[in-house]
């Protein structure tokens, strides 16, 4: 059965569609029309869903073309959206055009990024297949690239006009992906949704098994989740801060291993621990904190700790040009208990330093 969920901005609105097989264009289909559609995709996803996707908008229209990027978070960068906009160029893309993303939340951020910029904005469709982009990267309208300084540096906010997920896509997404995703969705736990953390507990064994009726769940309950703070604060200006629990040591932690030890929500889950032990370490919350946070993570064979160590120094220096930074004072996402997060302003880099030390 088909779940909808609709996202009502001040100035547009879309519906995010969750499936549990196939990619039901029909319900968006007045949106296909008329116009060329380039899939931006990956060439680890396009393999197995690119024929799929081009047969079920055919329908629709005949002008399909597909852009295929090499995969991973390292190709989330300045090359390659400047090579999606290449392709736009050689095929005579303009405003009245669309394009849709198939892939993770790297495809979606970058075919949200391009949509922002070719002729100063265009329509997008995010199609995510893995669950870390089914639970949140697709939903909200924050679109870009990574800087070789680091994640996310690059970018705007460009809300897409239709969410479509296919949760059958996360069969053939490997193993430590779906935990990387599922470090995301109880992000929404931690941050205000305690029950829904109970919800996790009371069916953790379906989850980790992939019953799709359970997984299908989980993804709607995190999008409504999502949908209500980005509803609130679009542009980040005040609560939207809070979807960055973990992140800030999270990015950090992706950007001094070059994204090639620790994948994005596996760094966000260690990132909430570290935020975990801040919070006790400035006396914000109670002692259990981090272990109770820990115990969640660990149920869903979640990393808790670095594997290696690294210089507590160099993930501060990164921490200095996050997007939350004000007047060069550490802004951060910390917890009084779980389900309690909350903006700390001026945090103090020596006790950063100490979180840091003392979650390795
Ligand atoms: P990803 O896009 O790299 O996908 C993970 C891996 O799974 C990749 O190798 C990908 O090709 C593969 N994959 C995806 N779907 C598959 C499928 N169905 N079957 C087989 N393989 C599949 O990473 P991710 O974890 O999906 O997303 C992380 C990115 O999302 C980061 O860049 C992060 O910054 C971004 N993000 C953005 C937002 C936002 O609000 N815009 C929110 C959270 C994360
Ligand atoms: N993932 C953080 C946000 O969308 O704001």
């Not at 899939?39 to 680890?44: C, K, L, T």
């Not at 979807?243 to 260690?270: C, D, M, P, R, W």
Request: charged share 20%.
């Amino acid at each position: 059965m088909m779940k909808i969920i609709n996202v009502k901005l001040s100035h547009c609105e879309y519906d995010i569609f969750i499936n549990d097989s196939g990619f039901n264009f029909e319900a968006i289909q007045s949106k296909l029309i008329n116009r060329k559609i380039a899939i931006i995709s990956n060439d680890v996803v396009a393999p197995l869903y690119l024929d799929s996707v081009q047969s079920e908008l055919s329908p629709f229209n005949s002008e399909i073309f597909s852009h295929i990027l090499p995969d991973g978070e390292q190709f989330k960068n300045q090359d390659s959206w400047l090579s999606i906009l290449d392709f736009l160029a050689e095929n005579n893309f303009n405003r009245s055009d669309l394009l849709i993303s198939l892939g993770g939340g790297v495809i979606c951020d970058m075919t949200g990024f391009a949509a922002a910029s070719w002729m100063r904005g265009i329509d997008f469709i995010q199609v995510p297949t893995s669950l870390l982009a089914q639970v949140d990267a697709s939903v909200g309208g924050k679109t870009g690239i990574n800087h070789l300084k680091g994640k996310n540096l690059i970018g705007a906010f460009h809300q897409p006009k239709a969410v479509i997920i296919n949760t059958s896509t996360l069969t053939t997404l490997p193993n430590r992906e779906f935990k990387s995703g599922l470090g995301e969705a109880i992000k929404y736990g931690f941050i205000n949704q305690p029950n829904f953390i109970q919800w996790m507990d009371a069916n953790s064994y379906g989850i980790k098994q992939l019953d799709l009726a359970l997984i299908s769940e989980l993804i709607s309950q995190c999008c409504q989740f999502k949908t209500e703070i980005v509803q609130q604060d679009e542009k980040e200006s005040g609560i939207r801060a809070l979807l960055n629990l973990g992140h800030t040591f999270g990015h950090a932690i992706e950007t001094i291993t070059q994204y090639k030890q620790y994948s994005h929500g596996e760094a966000v889950a260690i990132g909430m621990v570290m935020a975990a032990e801040l919070s006790v370490i400035l006396n914000l919350s109670n002692k259990n904190l981090r272990k109770e946070l820990e115990n969640h993570l660990q149920d869903f064979n979640l990393q808790t700790k670095l594997s290696k160590k690294i210089e507590a120094s160099s993930l501060v220096e990164l921490m200095r040009l996050d997007k939350k930074v004000i007047n060069r004072k550490h802004r951060l996402i910390l917890m009084k208990s779980i389900g309690k997060a909350f903006i700390q302003k001026n945090v103090c880099e020596e006790k950063i330093l100490k979180a840091i030390t003392q979650c390795q």
